[in-house]
């Protein structure tokens, strides 16, 4: 198989907060809401296949000794797909290592930790579905 069909069996899925995170919390988002509920914005896996490259992203670093903490949540449990940001230049954080088997309709969100004195702000994630 010629490579460029490998990688068109590759589905990204994307994940918007669509509002500002506050420190000190957790919550859960999907497209553009996030909410303290993680089953209130769950959404739909779209095909079946392994997860992999969760990316975390926040339009400003989480400031000097404070953390984002990103994980997938599947079906309402954290998967082992889970990166973090820290200190105060860096807002993009990676899980190059980690995958997680998902079967089409598992119910999927990110949840987000953020630490007791890191910035407010937008949060953004993706992951890359392989069928």
Known sequence: MPAEYEYAKRSPVLFHSGATI???LIRFFTMGFASATENNCAI???V???ATGLIGYSRQAPGVGET???A???NGFASALVCQTAGGAATTSEDIVNQVALIRNDLISIRITTSAGAIVGY???SIRVKA
Do not use: E, F, I, R
Request: proline share 11%; with cysteine.
């Open 22 to 24: 506050a420190v000190n």
């Open 44 to 46: 739909p896996c779209p």
């Open 48 to 50: 079946d296949g392994l």
């Open 68 to 70: 984002y903490t990103y």
């Open 72 to 74: 997938l949540m599947v």
């Open 123 to 125: 949060h953004a994630a």
